[in-house]
């Protein structure tokens, strides 16, 4: 479907420079936009990008002035960043949807499935399930006894949700996704072989909730692992049981928590972060890369490294380590010159 520069400032209040009639079709980086796309210029250091790009409209900031002719029509507007979000949601939301229930899934008699749900191939929902209004079931997703799903909620294919779980409204688990799979709980024997400590709790995903691919969360051994309300959670995350994280948290991902530890709200932890068991986090904490978590951390910190530091201790310790190399060296001549000196008292 093809939309012109008047009909795109039209739907974001945008002003144009250049030439109303202007079409697109598709959307670009600014570095590879081809005729017929368009692009956006979100970012000042890919500015000398937009005087090469062949996208045919760019979206730039109101205040944004060319400092070369640009041959792409121009929309102005007072956010890109947030526009562009706009236009991907409108984008997404023309996309065809996904209806009606496969002949060839499994649904229990003793399930409640809403009408308007989307079950695909190979689906499998068991008894006691409930699945809300205008959820979409992909192929190969498993739900298991007694699990409860809200209203708006996708499961994309492979998803696996064990018996008992509850998953809120409006959320997104990415394929290969398991919820509520046993916590590793294992009890040494006299022989050095383990006894299983039976799982009994489960996961509890509340609203607007999104969970990357292939990440999962444990069920809990008694009660509940939790994970709140707008929580995001990146691919290949492990939440252990009985973990509890607080709103509106994201993390990147490969993070790892170990079991009974809590996370508050507002929080952002990188890539490769690893949260001892047990740990207490609090809110709006920035933990950084690979850093890794052994002792607890108050509200509004940052840390960084293994173990983590606090940010400017990090960087005031990264800066000695960096010079070790010189500083032995110093260390070396000093001692020197101080043998030198006692021989010669």
């Known amino acids: 479907m093809n939309f012109t520069a008047e009909q795109i400032a039209g739907l ?34 890919y500015e000398p ?3 090469t790009t062949e996208a045919s409209i760019v979206l730039v900031n109101r205040s944004f002035e060319p400092s070369q002719p640009v041959k792409a029509t121009l929309i102005k507007v007072d956010d890109v960043g947030a526009t562009v979000v706009q236009l991907l949601e409108m984008y997404n939301a ?14 229990s008699e003793r399930a409640e499935v809403a009408a308007d749900c989307y079950v695909g191939e190979f689906a499998v929902i068991e008894a006691g399930a409930r699945v809300g209004a205008g959820c979409r079931i992909y192929p190969q997703v498993y739900i298991g006894d007694n699990v409860v799903i809200g209203e708006g909620t996708t499961l994309y294919p492979g998803v696996k949700i064990y018996e008992g779980c509850r998953i809120g409204s409006r959320c997104i688990l990415h394929a290969g996704a398991v919820i509520g799979a046993d916590g590793f709980g294992f009890m040494p024997k006299p022989d050095g072989t383990f006894a299983k400590i039976p799982q009994l709790g ?4 509340e609203d607007d909730v999104e969970i990357g691919a292939n990440t999962c969360i444990d069920r809990a051994k008694t009660d509940s692992t939790i994970i709140r309300r707008g929580v995001k959670l990146d691919n290949l995350i492990q939440v252990g049981h009985n973990v509890q994280i607080g709103e509106n948290t994201v993390s990147s991902a490969q993070m790892g928590v170990a079991g009974s530890s809590k996370i508050g ?3 952002f932890l990188g890539g490769q ?21 052994d002792k607890n951390v108050a509200d509004g910190e940052v840390r960084l490294g293994t173990p983590a530091l606090p940010g400017i201790k990090f960087h005031r310790a990264h800066s000695v380590f960096r010079e ?22």
């Open 265 to 267: 709200s507002n929080c």
């Open 94 to 107: 023309m996309r065809p949807q996904k209806s009606g229930i496969s002949k060839m899934c499994s649904i």
């Open 324 to 345: 070790l190399p010189e500083l032995r060296q110093q260390l070396m001549r000093m001692e020197k010159e101080l043998q030198a000196l006692k021989k010669n008292e």
């Open 12 to 45: 974001i209040s945008g002003e144009v420079v250049g030439d109303k009639l202007t079409e697109v079709h598709t959307v670009s980086s600014i570095e590879e936009g081809k005729a017929g796309s368009m692009a956006y210029l979100a970012n000042p250091k």
């Open 202 to 205: 489960n996961v509890i995903i």
């Open 273 to 293: 972060v690893g949260i001892a068991d047990h740990i207490t986090v609090g809110n709006r904490v920035m933990i950084g890369s690979q850093s890794g978590i």
């Open 49 to 51: 990008c937009l005087y």
